[in-house]
């Protein structure tokens, strides 16, 4: 079993930055592929991006590419998102996952944390 703890959600203005942390117990995290999904309100959950646990691999949504980036420390067991020039279309509960794999569909992520509410105003 793992446990996912999300941190960092707030409400910041356009054009503002946030680090959403997630941290992870229960299982070797430096072996576990970390995602970040997000689901704005009436909208499906949407792929944010993802760490696989070997080689270091990174992904990003296309849409996202430039202003999210993704970044681990395994010594930490967290997994970070880092949000730069924030747009109201960002406001969105934001989760953390975790699997044996990096993948942008939810089916992949065995684990889920219980989300973090970004806001972001115009």
């Known amino acids: 079993q793992v446990h996912l703890v999300e941190s960092g959600g707030g409400l910041v203005q356009t054009g503002d930055s946030l680090r959403l942390s997630c941290a992870a117990s229960?299982?070797?995290?430096?072996?576990?592929?970390m995602g970040w999904f997000r689901r704005a309100p009436g909208k499906e959950r949407e792929f944010v991006a993802a760490?696989?646990?070997?080689?270091?691999?990174?992904y990003i949504a296309d849409s996202l590419k430039g202003r999210f980036t993704i970044s681990r420390d395994n010594a930490k067991d967290t997994v970070y998102l880092q949000m730069n020039s924030l747009k109201p279309e960002d406001t969105a509960v934001y989760y953390c996952?975790?699997?044996?794999?990096?993948?942008?569909?939810?089916?992949?992520?065995?684990?889920w944390g219980q989300g973090t509410q970004v806001t972001v105003s115009s």
């Open positions: 996952a975790a699997g044996r794999t990096a993948s942008v569909q939810n089916g992949a992520y065995d684990y």
């Open positions: 229960g299982r070797t995290f430096s072996m576990m592929s």
């Open positions: 760490s696989f646990w070997a080689g270091g691999s990174t």
